[in-house]
């Protein structure tokens, strides 16, 4: 007698685990199925992350790097020194902002130059990029010393 409720058992919990693995199998692909068709987002709030974030970019880079060369300069650096070296700690700060958002974003060839005794100018290219897209914009600005 034991070992037919045994046998019945096992069997139902064979039955039991078919049926879930096909309920898994058929819902894997109907969730495939609807990606598939893009019915899952009207739109992709994330596809313009490189466009909104090279945005946010130019408009801080400027009055950013103003300010921290003025507090470099404040602490005893001369102009073209503080200037430098705010250009790197707004860098890295951009840098560390673009892995928060998912992207990344670079400041390449960045160049400092003397113009006059009280102006700088600031030239190089922004790269921001995620994984589908790429944007690259000369950046170009000038600081008063």
């Given at each position: 007698m034991q070992s037919t409720d045994l046998e019945r058992s096992q069997a139902g919990q064979m039955l039991?685990?078919?049926?879930?693995?096909?309920?898994?199998?058929?819902?894997?692909?109907?969730?495939?199925?609807?990606?598939?068709?893009?019915?899952?987002l009207p739109h992709d709030a994330a596809s313009d992350d490189v466009i909104v974030t090279t945005q946010e970019v130019l408009?801080?880079?400027e009055p950013l790097t103003q300010e921290?060369?003025?507090?470099?300069?404040?602490?005893g650096l001369d102009g073209l020194e503080a200037a430098e070296l705010a250009l790197q700690t707004v860098h890295d700060d951009l840098l560390h902002h673009g892995e928060i958002r998912g992207v990344e974003i670079k400041l390449t060839e960045m160049l400092v130059t003397q113009v006059d005794a009280s102006t700088l100018l600031v030239s190089g290219e922004l790269g921001v990029s995620d994984g589908e897209a790429m944007l690259n914009f000369d950046v170009e600005f000038s600081i008063a010393v």
């Open positions: 039991l685990a078919t049926g879930v693995v096909l309920l898994m199998s058929l819902l894997s692909m109907a969730i495939f199925g609807v990606k598939v068709a893009g019915l899952t408009e801080v880079i921290r060369t003025e507090l470099w300069m404040d602490g």
